[in-house]
């Protein structure tokens, strides 16, 4: 799908400073319902700090975001997930004594559920069927990659709109990272849009439509992955 239908993200001129240091400095990114975008940058770009603003972690010093045309500055990262904006974070951040379906209920209540719906967690399933066999095992007993799996179907729960993921990919041997690529097509098929930030190029590439760069808290390239390879990946320039 293409950016020019309706707007499920759009982010206008964000700024963000740690104190004195800008970590963003003018961010305007639009993603359209349905679609799967890219965010890629080195490291210290500033692409956690914007999807932390985009979920409501972080208040923008300046710059605005709505979502699905509402406005979205100030408002609480539990409103947002409430509205159906949901952060991956970066590290999983799973509870690793716990069991796997104890991370999808109780997870689903930092999302401020009360009860998760029996059917957010069917889908979380459906989308992940190896974590139905593994329901009972502690989470920290599995493979990195399925921990990851954890940590998105803990998303899911929360029935979101659109999902921030933040280096999903981290870690992940290369099959693992063909697997998460599916299931993000799977999502994608059911209507959930995707902003993937990533370092892993060839991981994002497979996984999304287009993409934007992040240079110095700027948005460095905004176009399509062809475009942004023809061009050298302007990922490290400044
Ligand atoms: N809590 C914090 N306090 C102060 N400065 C911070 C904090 N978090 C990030 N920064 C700084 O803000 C800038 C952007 O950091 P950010 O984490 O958004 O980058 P990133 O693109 O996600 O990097 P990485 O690829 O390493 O995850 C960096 O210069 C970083 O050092
Ligand atoms: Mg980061």
Not at 34 to 55: D, H, R, S, Y
Request: with cysteine; aromatic share 6%.
């Amino acid at each position: 799908m293409q950016a020019g239908g309706d707007a499920a993200l759009e982010a206008q001129d964000l700024v963000f400073m740690y104190d004195a240091l800008v970590a963003l400095r003018g961010v305007s990114i639009r993603v359209g319902a349905g679609e799967a975008v890219g965010i890629v940058g080195v490291n210290g770009a500033g692409k956690t700090t914007l999807v932390k603003v985009l979920a409501g972690f972080l208040r923008a010093s300046s710059g605005s975001h709505t979502f699905l045309g509402r406005e979205m500055s100030g408002v609480s990262a539990r409103r947002h997930m409430r509205d159906g904006l949901v952060l991956v974070p970066e590290g999983r951040q799973i509870a690793t004594r716990l069991t796997v379906e104890d991370n999808l209920t109780i997870g689903a209540s930092c999302y401020g559920w009360r009860r998760p719906e029996a059917a957010a967690i069917a889908f979380a399933y459906e989308v992940f069927p190896e974590l139905r066999d593994h329901r009972a095992r502690s989470a920290g007993a599995l493979s990195g990659g399925q921990q990851q799996m954890v940590a998105i179907a803990r998303a899911l729960v929360a029935r979101p709109k659109m999902l921030l993921l933040d280096e999903p990919s981290q870690g992940l041997a290369p099959f693992l990272q063909e697997r998460l690529a599916g299931s993000f097509h799977s999502l994608q098929e059911a209507g959930i849009t995707l902003l993937v930030v990533e370092q892993n190029l060839s991981f994002a590439r497979q996984c999304t439509d287009r993409v934007y760069s992040i240079v110095n808290g700027l948005v460095g390239f905004d176009g399509g992955w062809e475009q942004f390879v023809a061009e050298g990946g302007l990922i490290g320039s400044h």
